[in-house]
């Protein structure tokens, strides 16, 4: 009888365990459903696109419905953290009012002078800076001035919110396009002077014999071919390259069709790739969006948009708001403001209207733009 007891018990704990575990392994995996995305799923559970392929060996983004697949790590609703870069405010030090900041992917000095309200010369004097390159890791000391005093290590404005750009980065309003030459000014690159002198990049890298993208404030930069170009630069010279035709309706009406038409296709599906009424992903809905408003372009990415863009302080209704780091490193996201800190994007599961303010915003929001185009 005592026999048959302890069976009958050691059975039932065997069950319980095995229960037990079913049930967490059970939450940590999640069953695909149509319309779904690694983007969604990653964004829904608090873990990343990369995490999710490598958990289930996906060497590609294509999910398909009732797909099983492995969340990686634990399934957290908390998508506000602390980013891992902030200021040490311990390091602020009375004897040298200065404190520290360590520099992280996508900054400059001048997002950083913004950050904490001082000149970019003050930072470039502070650190022993010649000209603006600073590199990911790198310890940048934070000068007290009369208008940061007391606040010296501490961003500036809502702490949930990443501080805007500065706006000695937006192009000059007026550009002699005759000109031969062009000096780099503080926010400038390669693909912003091609724009404004109505050539390629391909142009300008060959012309100044540039390797790279990389350009520096102060350089000059041939912004025509001259007398003595090389026959491969005569060659390529030849090719018709115009300017973008300028809208031919306001940009201020363009912009407000734009905002018009976005929060028309709310609750429009989220689609990886789609660009039409259909579905979206972030960079097909802009470019349906601004070229039904009239702005015609072309379909890219995010970070084709950015690059198409320029940094300004106050953003205006119909201007762009670019996120980093959402599902890969760097500009990943895109929405266009529609005012009191609101934006319209294709997100999530469907186009909707969110804030800047929100945590998980809040903590990926890089910069507010506006399209070279619409200047």
């Not at 800076?129 to 000391?141: A, F, M, S, T």
């Not at 390629?200 to 012309?207: D, V």
């Not at 994007?345 to 890089?366: I, L």
Request: with cysteine; glycine share 8%; net charge positive.
């Amino acid at each position: 009888m005592k026999k048959a007891a302890y069976s009958i018990l050691a059975t039932g704990a065997l069950a319980l365990c095995i229960n037990s575990q079913s049930t967490e392994a059970s939450s940590n995996t999640y069953t695909v459903k149509s319309g779904d995305s690694l983007y969604t799923i990653a964004l829904k559970h608090g873990t990343t696109v990369t995490k999710l392929k490598k958990s289930n060996n996906l060497k590609s983004d294509i999910i398909y419905p009732k797909q099983k697949l492995i969340l990686s790590g634990k399934v957290s609703t908390q998508t506000s953290k602390t980013p891992s870069n902030t200021v040490n405010t311990n390091a602020v030090s009375p004897s040298s009012n200065t404190a520290t900041y360590k520099v992280k992917q996508g900054d400059t000095l001048s997002k950083i002078s913004t950050k904490y309200k001082v000149s970019v010369s003050a930072l470039q004097k502070t650190n022993n800076i010649k000209d603006h390159l600073i590199y990911v890791g790198q310890k940048i000391k934070i000068p007290t001035t009369t208008t940061n005093a007391g606040n010296a290590g501490k961003p500036t404005g809502n702490t949930t919110t990443k501080p805007k750009p500065d706006t000695t980065t937006k192009p000059p309003t007026t550009t002699n396009v005759n000109a031969t030459s062009y000096k780099v000014v503080a926010g400038d690159t390669l693909s912003g002077i091609a724009y404004k002198f109505g050539i390629t990049i391909t142009q300008l890298k060959s012309w100044n014999g540039l390797t790279s993208d990389l350009i520096r404030v102060g350089q000059t930069l041939k912004v025509k071919k001259s007398s003595n170009s090389t026959i491969q630069q005569d060659k390529e010279n030849t090719t018709n390259v115009s300017k973008p035709t300028p809208p031919t309706v306001s940009t201020n009406d363009i912009k407000q069709k734009a905002v018009n038409l976005g929060l028309s296709l709310q609750n429009t599906p989220y689609v990886w790739g789609g660009q039409t009424p259909a579905g979206f992903d972030c960079s097909g809905f802009i470019h349906y969006v601004f070229n039904n408003a009239g702005l015609s372009m072309t379909r890219t990415n995010a970070i084709g948009y950015e690059a198409r863009s320029y940094y300004i302080n106050t953003p205006q209704v119909g201007d762009l708001v670019f996120f980093r780091d959402t599902y890969q490193t760097g500009i990943s996201h895109l929405g266009i403001y529609i005012g009191n800190g609101q934006f319209v994007h294709a997100g999530g599961t469907h186009v909707q209207v969110s804030s800047v303010n929100e945590p998980y915003w809040a903590q990926h929001f890089d910069s507010y733009k506006r399209f070279y185009s619409l200047d």
